[in-house]
């Protein structure tokens, strides 16, 4: 096979990976985060909690575009100032610059596109290439859904049966809420991705130029979408389910020491 062909051969482990490093990041944020400070995150001018780790909760749930813990009944459409502070938010969030890094070095281990060459150009070309397809999405996004009045933010099921919830956490991926919470194919988020699967052509080289390839970096960007929906419905639970275990482990722990403080006490 030769070097252009496989330079235009679909690469899933790249993104596999990329993934799972993403979704590894989500379980330590949970892990060693408030539950409480998720629950803050109901919307963009929420108190937010000051506090390092309530600082990389709000980042990882801004990054994952989910409304905190809210529940689908709990819907309450955005104002247009509640949008844009969400928009600056995540063209600023320090977790989107990380993935893009992490992808970049994933594309310079695999050397693609082959033209840019290895070394820190051709690691700068691939870091600017994400950063570049990622703002134009997320820009093309937000100014569909204000013009349609779209919301893709994610909001919980409140389901309680396991694929019923798989169902809707993959139904989310590209479905948006319009103002009375009707549900609709958003046109925001599908245009978005589109706009930077295409767009991005326009500076890509040869062997990655084509709409092919575009169509490709498309249909990747919404299975992913769809993927990190299941994602987003069951990370609160796995965030209680940890949260009731360190607090039941602290409560143990705070028993023991008094039992044994009273056992030398009675020495």
């Not at 790249?14 to 409480?36: D, E, Q, W």
């Not at 956490?169 to 958003?186: E, M, P, T």
């Not at 994602?231 to 143990?252: N, Y």
Request: hydrophobic content about 35%; overall charge positive.
């Amino acid at each position: 096979m030769r070097l252009d062909e496989r330079a235009r051969k679909p690469d899933f482990g790249g993104y596999t990976a990329m993934n799972k490093s993403i979704c590894r990041l989500a379980m330590f944020v949970l892990v060693f985060g408030p539950l409480g400070a998720a629950q803050n995150q109901s919307s963009a001018g929420a108190k937010q909690d000051p506090s390092p780790v309530g600082k990389g909760v709000d980042y990882l749930l801004n990054y994952l575009n989910m409304a905190g813990t809210m529940k689908a009944r709990d819907f309450c459409p955005l104002t247009q100032r509640e949008r844009a502070q969400l928009y600056m938010k995540t063209m600023a969030n320090p977790l989107g610059y990380i993935k893009a890094g992490f992808s970049a070095g994933i594309d310079q281990w695999k050397d693609k596109p082959p033209e840019w060459e290895q070394g820190a150009s051709g690691y700068g070309k691939r870091f600017a290439n994400i950063v570049g397809q990622y703002s134009i999405q997320r820009t093309v996004t937000f100014g569909l859904a204000s013009a349609l009045h779209e919301d893709n933010r994610y909001f919980n099921s409140g389901k309680k049966s396991l694929w019923p919830r798989a169902g809707y956490a993959i139904a989310s991926g590209i479905l948006a809420r319009h103002d009375d919470g009707s549900w609709h194919v958003s046109i925001s988020q599908v245009g978005g991705v589109a706009a930077g699967a295409f767009l991005s052509r326009t500076w890509q080289p040869t062997s990655q130029h084509s709409a092919g390839d575009g169509a490709v970096s498309f249909g990747i960007s919404m299975a992913s979408n769809m993927g990190f929906s299941v994602v987003k419905e069951f990370l609160p639970d796995l965030g209680r389910a940890i949260s009731k275990k360190r607090s039941h482990d602290r409560t143990e722990l705070q028993r023991e020491r008094s039992r044994t403080e009273g056992v030398s006490a009675g020495w």
